[in-house]
């Protein structure tokens, strides 16, 4: 494949008192993004951050801003976090009334626009989507908390995904989020992943020394 490879760091591991200083390091180390998890206590049971947070983190970097909303009905929201300097806003399959003009609107609002499933929704109902989607994102865990294992079986749905992609002639991103680490990443790529997010295996230990070794790892398999 030739596809690049991304380097997301889940800055939902950092330690907050010092994140600016933080995300330097993981951009020094070449990561290209960085990733904000939202949570709203509705579609997630945990709450985490948000706008202010993203305004003030904007600037610290030149790295994409790579928003995941992890919130209920978030068409409310997209215009917000668009305006607090993401890039790109994920929104979840399963918490949208109308994917279609939750999509429309990060559109409208100059973002890229990614769709999110959780591990129990089947694979297929983001076939509708295909076209309006730039990114697709498989939660490799439940979303909700940094360090989970990663569920086994999501290495088969990237795989149909990609399989899905391929077969309509569509180059486009495949972002996975949950439990992995320099030792699996290479797994996740193989099976058609190209955009990485670790929060833990990031954050966790020397940053980066950690980021340094993802990347090292991607680029091998670009
Ligand atoms: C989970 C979040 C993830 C999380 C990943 O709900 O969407 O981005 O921070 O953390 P790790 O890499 O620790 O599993
Ligand atoms: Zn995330």
């Known amino acids: 494949m030739s596809m690049k490879n991304i380097l997301a760091p889940s800055i939902l591991s950092a330690d907050f008192k010092a ?30 951050f948000g706008m202010p947070v993203l305004s003030s983190i904007r600037g610290v970097t030149g790295q994409t801003m790579d928003v995941h909303l992890m919130v209920q009905e978030p068409v409310r929201y997209v215009k917000e976090f ?20 939750t999509l429309d609107e990060i559109h409208r609002c100059g973002a890229g626009a990614g769709i999110s499933i959780k591990p129990g929704t089947p694979v297929e109902s983001l076939a509708p989507y295909l076209d309006d989607g730039d990114m697709f994102l498989i939660m490799s865990v439940e979303p909700g908390f940094g360090g989970q294992a990663f569920i086994p079986e999501s290495l088969e749905r990237i795989r149909r995904l990609r399989a899905m992609l391929d077969a309509r002639g569509m180059d486009k991103d495949i972002e996975v989020d949950g439990g992995i680490y320099h030792s699996n990443v290479a797994e996740v790529l193989k099976a058609g992943a190209n955009v990485i997010v670790s929060g833990s295996g990031v954050y966790k230990g020397d940053i980066l020394q950690n980021t340094a070794g993802f990347m090292e790892i991607l680029r091998a398999y670009e």
Do not use: N, R, W
């Open 19 to 48: 994140l600016g200083e933080e995300i330097k390091q993981t951009e020094e180390a070449g990561a290209q993004y960085i990733h904000f998890d939202v949570m709203d206590g509705m579609f997630v049971p945990s709450i985490s």
């Open 82 to 101: 668009a305006a607090c300097g993401a890039d790109i806003i994920t929104v979840h399959l399963e918490a949208c009334g109308d994917v279609k003009a």
